[in-house]
T-cell receptor, first 112, second 115 residues
Framework: KAGVTQTPRYLIKTRGQQVTLSCSPISGHRSVSWYQQTPGQGLQFLFEYFSETQRNKGNFPGRFSGRQFSNSRSEMNVSTLELGDSALYLCASSGGDQETQYFGPGTRLLVL | AQKVTQAQTEISVVEKEDVTLDCVYETRDTTYYLFWYKQPPSGELVFLIRRNSFDEQNEISGRYSWNFQKSTSSFNFTITASQVVDSAVYFC????????????FGKGTLLTVNP
């Protein structure tokens, strides 16, 4: 079974731009969660989607948004990029609320 | 509020030494799950183990073992006879409220195993 895939793996953007990251979960997994990892703040939960619905959201500004499609693939969007948005963005999928999350390789975003 | 503390920021050992990574957690929930993940330089978080709050039985998997003690709110991870390939950042994480889709992570411990 293929693992979680994320595209692109690397991105360089400039301040003020917007970016869209994509995540394809493990086949059969309907829950997708997103995390931001920075050296200063560590790993922080962004939001989670299940069956195209956002069920929970972390403490991030509205510039961070996401969505999930009927095939469980998910995208997250960051608008009006700031330097502090430079981070590794990790996506995880699971087969249910009681199940383990499995992570993708991440997307490294650099904002200049 | 939930919290996970990994007091050891960095640990350096020589190959074949045993090493224990500490994890202390805080939660008000009676039902929760604890996890350990490994993050090699490539960046991907690799799942190692999951324990639920009702199962305090220690677990051993090859050179890895985990000690879960509710009395001290700890979930420590020991690598026996460490190898260079064990070098990575190790994260302890907690989920509660019956849903594992939102994990609270510790800051991680960077383990360096020198040949």
């Amino acid at each position: 079974k293929a693992g979680v895939t994320q595209t692109p793996r690397y991105l360089i953007k400039t301040r003020g731009q917007q970016v869209t990251l994509s995540c394809s979960p493990i086949s059969g997994h309907r829950s997708v969660s997103w995390y931001q990892q920075t050296p200063g703040q560590g790993l922080q939960f962004l939001f989670e989607y299940f069956s195209e619905t956002q069920r929970n959201k972390g403490n991030f500004p509205g510039r961070f948004s996401g969505r999930q499609f009927s095939n469980s693939r998910s995208e997250m969007n960051v608008s009006t990029l700031e330097l502090g948005d430079s981070a590794l963005y990790l996506c995880a999928s699971s087969g249910g609320d009681q199940e383990t999350q499995y992570f993708g390789p991440g997307t490294r975003l650099l904002v200049l | 509020a939930q919290k996970v503390t990994q007091a050891q920021t960095e640990i350096s050992v020589v190959e074949k030494e045993d090493v224990t990574l500490d994890c202390v957690y805080e939660t008000r929930d009676t039902t929760y799950y604890l996890f350990w993940y490994k993050q090699p330089p490539s960046g991907e978080l690799v799942f190692l183990i999951r324990r639920n709050s009702f199962d305090e039985q220690n677990e051993i998997s090859g050179r890895y073992s985990w000690n879960f003690q509710k009395s001290t709110s700890s979930f420590n991870f020991t690598i026996t006879a460490s190898q260079v390939v064990d070098s990575a950042v190790y994260f302890c994480a907690l989920s509660s409220g019956g849903s594992n889709y939102k994990l609270t992570f510790g800051k991680g411990t960077l383990l360096t195993v020198n040949p």
